[in-house]
């Protein structure tokens, strides 16, 4: 067990819905990063929160949004679903912005879009 | 020259045998060289890490290797056991200065072990 969870594991949506994703870090953490996990693409990061501010997007659409609350916890919006958003989604978290950036990752949220 | 190559695909290898992962980088700005184990339905799980100062790390029966001047590494691991059927992801990390810590996968290994 890491020590970071993801609710809710499994969400099924039809196309054009909105949902969120909702992520707690370790104790103690305060960097959550958000990454997607698909079949063509891999594991690609989408966007990195550190102590409520923004601090890094990757390859982050604009029908998705995120955001880090003053508890750390994180939430991940994704709108206008298309089937092609159907994923896994990880959040991970590290403790600050160390040079050895041990990231842990949660078990995931597998969204599908129907 | 964000990207991180990985080989194999896929990689069966006999129980008590040695299985070896590639990856290559392009950008000799990343400083952070983790590797991930991932088995089905679950999230990536930190196996070993090494830092570029460094050209060998070992913990237990993993080994990352480090090779900066060929901008490769890989992990080995020994004894192979059933129970490392996983699939394996190396990734790579800039330093913080350069204002992201986001880690850069590459394609991953599907590993097998057979008895």
């Known amino acids: 067990d890491s020590g970071v969870t993801q609710t809710p594991k499994h969400l099924i949506t039809a196309t054009g819905q909105r949902v969120t994703l909702r992520c707690s870090p370790r104790s103690g953490d305060l960097s959550v990063y958000w990454y997607q996990q698909s079949l063509d693409q891999g594991l690609q990061f989408l966007i990195q929160?550190?102590?409520?501010?923004?601090?890094a997007k990757g390859n982050i659409l604009e029908r998705f949004s995120a955001q880090q609350f003053p508890d750390l916890h994180s939430e991940l919006n994704l709108s206008s679903l298309e089937l092609g958003d159907s994923a896994l989604y990880f959040c991970?978290?590290?403790?600050?912005?160390?040079?050895?950036?041990?990231?842990?990752f949660g078990p995931g949220t597998r969204l599908t879009v129907l | 020259q964000q990207q991180v190559k990985q080989s194999p695909q896929s990689l069966i290898v006999q129980k008590g045998g040695i299985s070896i992962i590639n990856c290559a980088y392009e950008?000799?700005?990343?400083?952070?060289f983790p590797w991930y184990q991932q088995f089905p339905g679950k999230g990536p799980a930190l196996l070993i890490a090494?830092?570029?100062?460094?050209s060998e790390k070992k913990e237990g029966r993993f080994t990352i290797s480090f090779n900066k001047s060929a901008k490769q590494f890989s992990l080995h691991i020994m004894d192979s056991q059933p129970g490392d059927s996983a699939t394996y992801f190396c990734a790579a990390s800039l330093h913080p200065n350069f204002g992201n810590e986001k880690l850069t996968f590459g394609t991953g290994t599907r590993l097998t072990i057979i008895p």
């Open positions: 991970a978290s590290s403790a600050g912005l160390a040079g050895d950036n041990e990231q842990f």
């Open positions: 090494i830092r570029p100062d460094v």
């Open positions: 950008n000799t700005a990343f400083d952070y």
């Open positions: 929160y550190y102590n409520g501010e923004e601090r």
